[in-house]
């Protein structure tokens, strides 16, 4: 068995327990998405003030730098709620808390905002899931399936990524 494998066992069995599982080869920031989702800063996780605040950059990092416009963030975030003035000022709430988390961690760079248009800079975080599809040996035999566990929008999420590779666990 390789050490890259038995790393990644040890890795999804942690998981399975709510412990933290360290990141291999750290590296500045770091996104964990396969299980429930994490992001560390110098392999230390970053604490969030609100929980959807951390669901909208987890819903960031899922979309691999592609635009994210406000209404999709609503639907996301406020499933099945009218998108009307209150809960418009409760989506900039959820922003302001998730931008003001990135600069009290020193890694605001990460996020871009463009005419009301928010995204992520893939290329200044190591993920999981990106290393996944781009083919990495060590993110395919860590991959058991869980992806971003706790948010309802992850499934359908985890088909785009999964459409993309072949040969994964299930």
């Known amino acids: 068995i390789s050490q890259e494998t038995l790393a990644a066992e040890i890795d999804h069995a942690l998981s399975l327990y709510g412990h933290s599982v360290p990141v291999t080869n750290p590296a500045h ?5 396969f299980g429930d989702f994490e992001i ?3 392999n230390k996780p ?6 959807r605040s951390k669901e909208l950059l987890a819903f ?3 979309r691999r730098g592609g635009q994210v416009s406000r209404n999709e963030l609503h639907n996301v975030l406020y499933s099945g709620r009218e998108c009307d003035r209150p809960m418009q000022k409760q989506l900039d709430v959820m922003i302001r808390s998730m931008r003001d988390t990135l ?3 020193g890694i605001s760079d990460i996020l871009t905002m463009n005419r009301g248009l928010l995204s992520i800079r893939p290329e200044l975080i190591d993920c999981d899931m990106y290393r996944l599809t781009d083919g990495d040996p060590v993110a395919v035999n860590s991959y058991r399936g869980e992806y971003m566990t706790g948010y309802s929008w992850a499934d359908n999420e985890k088909y785009h990524f999964i459409g993309s590779t ?3 666990p299930s």
Do not use: C, G, P
């Not at 920031?29 to 998405?33: D, G, L, S, V």
């Not at 970053?46 to 929980?51: E, L």
């Open 29 to 33: 920031i770091a996104a964990r998405t």
């Open 60 to 62: 960031l990092v899922s």
């Open 46 to 51: 970053v604490k969030f003030a609100r929980s």
């Open 103 to 105: 600069v009290e961690y």
């Open 166 to 168: 072949s040969d994964l």
């Open 40 to 42: 560390f800063v110098d």
